[in-house]
């Protein structure tokens, strides 16, 4: 069979097979995080890292280094100025991101966020992880799509906010809360926001940064959070059971215009799933996946259009199709036959 019907017969539906092949798995990426999740983390790395810059130096006021932060940024009634609009766009960010949860579970009836409480998995896995760490396993714990140490940083800001937050505002309206509260509890919440602030900072840029950027297989830098993708492998690798889900449900596409059909990059197959939603644009013109239905009348469409197209190309080219296919012996023959002749007459 020559290149040309052979290259019709392969132009089969996007959806034939549940999954990536090896050159394919290059341009497929995962849909992570969406739009308001980007925000929201956008917003919490500029208010912490400004607390932190305006917070840290008047917990140590002795030092040199704090007293020439303060000196820098204005003395310190603009320090504490600019320490509490960075609080109230924390405070504002946690608000956003507890409807944002909400509407997601409530009104939208999507299940995603409900996989960042803590299980009984989460326990086994951090249990099998030391092992693993110690010499004592030699597999690693499959994760679904939050591993236990992803719950464990997400909680733990969920809780300093809530502490920082609270203690916040009680330092930052002491008299109105000793209204009403005893006055141990104005002393209580300074103990309080420092110790956590430390706290935290001490977790983000030991912990966190760490996990999240300088590990050697993301190493320098991981931008998932700022574009909401990871890519396929990787993603593979770090939540395999969420992977196999995806790959049951027959949502790992093959891209479908060829590399010969049409000249250019392949294009990046996206398997989208973001908080309990699901879907899979092939290209820039399919921004929705198909349906039972029309997956399977797209699949017999695509199977007649190659049909019809290998048996248009025989026909249209019927006249130079065995001349262009080396393996013709219809082609062999017409090409001996003048042979033959000239053989004749030199004898």
Same mark, same amino acid.
């Given at each position: ?14 959806? #034939?097979?549940?999954g990536?092949?090896? #050159? ?6 995962v ?5 308001h999740?980007?925000?929201q ?15 840290? *130096? !008047?917990?140590?006021?002795?030092? #040199?280094?704090c ?11 603009t ?16 608000i ?5 949860v ?7 009836r ?10 009984l998995?989460?326990?086994r ?5 030391? !092992?693993?760490? $110690? ?11 939050f ?14 906010m ?8 009680? $330092?930052l ?42 590990? *050697?297989?993301?190493?320098?830098f ?75 009348s ?19 080219d ?12 219809a082609?062999?023959?017409?090409q ?12």
């Amino acid at each position: 069979m020559c290149a040309m019907t052979e290259a019709a017969s392969r132009k089969v539906s996007a959806l #034939e097979r549940p999954g990536l092949p090896e #050159e394919a798995m290059q341009d497929a990426y995962v849909v992570r995080f969406d739009a308001h999740q980007r925000v929201q983390h956008i917003l919490m790395i500029g208010s912490f890292l400004v607390l932190a810059l305006t917070g840290l *130096p !008047q917990k140590f006021p002795a030092l #040199e280094v704090c007293q020439w932060l303060m000196d820098a940024m204005g003395g310190i009634q603009t320090v504490r100025f600019i320490h509490r609009i960075a609080a109230g766009v924390m405070i504002f960010d946690g608000i956003y991101h507890i409807s944002y949860v909400a509407y997601t579970v409530l009104v939208l009836r999507r299940t995603g966020p409900l996989r960042m409480i803590p299980s009984l998995k989460d326990v086994r896995d951090a249990v099998q992880m030391t !092992q693993y760490f $110690l010499g004592l396993s030699v597999q690693k714990p499959k994760f679904g799509r939050f591993s236990y140490l992803e719950k464990f940083d997400y909680w733990a800001v969920f809780w300093g906010m809530a502490i920082m937050g609270g203690s916040g505002l009680i $330092l930052l309206f002491p008299t109105a809360v000793t209204r009403v509260l005893p006055g141990q509890l104005v002393i209580a919440a300074l103990r309080a926001h420092s110790d956590e602030a430390l706290l935290a900072v001490t977790w983000i840029f030991v912990v966190h940064l760490f996990y999240a950027h300088l590990t *050697p297989r993301i190493f320098p830098f991981n931008p998932a959070i700022f574009t909401g993708r990871i890519p396929a492998p990787r993603y593979q690798e770090e939540h395999p059971l969420e992977y196999e889900e995806l790959l049951a449900a027959g949502l790992i596409a093959v891209p479908q215009p060829m590399a010969a059909s049409r000249p250019g990059p392949r294009p990046a197959v996206a398997l989208v799933r973001s908080e309990g939603e699901v879907g899979l644009p092939l290209s820039d013109e399919d921004a929705d996946p198909p349906s039972d239905s029309e997956e399977g009348s797209r699949s017999e469409g695509d199977g007649s259009s190659a049909a019809s197209a290998g048996a248009t190309a025989g026909s249209a080219d019927g006249a130079h199709s065995e001349e262009s296919c080396p393996e013709s012996p219809a082609a062999d023959a017409r090409q001996a036959e003048p042979r033959q002749k000239r053989r004749g007459e030199a004898a």
